[in-house]
């Protein structure tokens, strides 16, 4: 099942899963593999990385715009970052790694909406800003459901009360499986 799923899986999350494979096994930040497509070589972008076991959240960590060289670097280190330092879960451990299923999101520029009414959470994510404080949700999360449930679980993850004031940010992703 296993080598059926790799036969199957997208450049990017190839990239995602050997990342974290060669730093949980081996200590190791790899290398670009040789066959990683141009497009990921020459463009630049912010990138998500989001692991799961089952249904649940294993982690997830990624940056709203570039902070690496091109999207395979970026992907690189955000998944080592999601499978080792997301606040919310301990690291993952070699026995967890054939049952990681990996996303990696990456994301056009956001741009800035004037209220709730230009957001869709299947369509788009959402930034929500106030302040210092920032809080980021993926578009097309089980469970959410309205621009509602959205903005307020943004809302929460950046700590920014419920009646103050937000500036909102959409953008899309392209998530690859």
């Known amino acids: 099942m296993a080598k059926r799923k790799r036969k ?3 450049a990017p999350v190839k990239i995602a899963r050997e990342a974290i494979e060669a730093y949980i096994c081996e200590g190791k930040i790899i290398e670009p593999p040789k066959d990683t497509p ?17 249904n649940m959240l294993r982690g997830c960590i990624g940056t709203m715009c570039p902070t690496q060289p091109n999207i395979a670097l ?3 280190r955000s998944a080592i970052q999601s499978a080792t330092w997301d606040p919310r879960f301990p690291p993952v451990q070699p026995p967890e790694l054939s049952d990681l299923v990996y996303s990696v999101d990456i994301m056009e520029e956001p741009e800035e909406v004037p209220d709730e009414s230009h957001l869709n959470p299947k369509e788009y994510g959402v930034i ?7 809080g980021v949700l993926l578009p097309d999360l089980d469970g959410v459901d309205t621009v509602e449930q959205q903005v307020n679980i943004a809302r929460r993850k950046a700590g920014i009360a ?6 909102l940010y959409r953008f899309k992703v392209t998530r690859h499986r």
């Open 128 to 134: 929500v800003e106030s302040g210092p404080c920032i």
């Open 8 to 10: 199957q899986e997208s």
């Open 162 to 167: 419920s009646g103050k004031p937000v500036k």
């Open 74 to 76: 970026e992907i690189i």
């Open 38 to 54: 141009e497009n990921l070589l020459s463009r630049q972008a912010g990138v998500f990385v989001s692991l799961k076991i089952g």
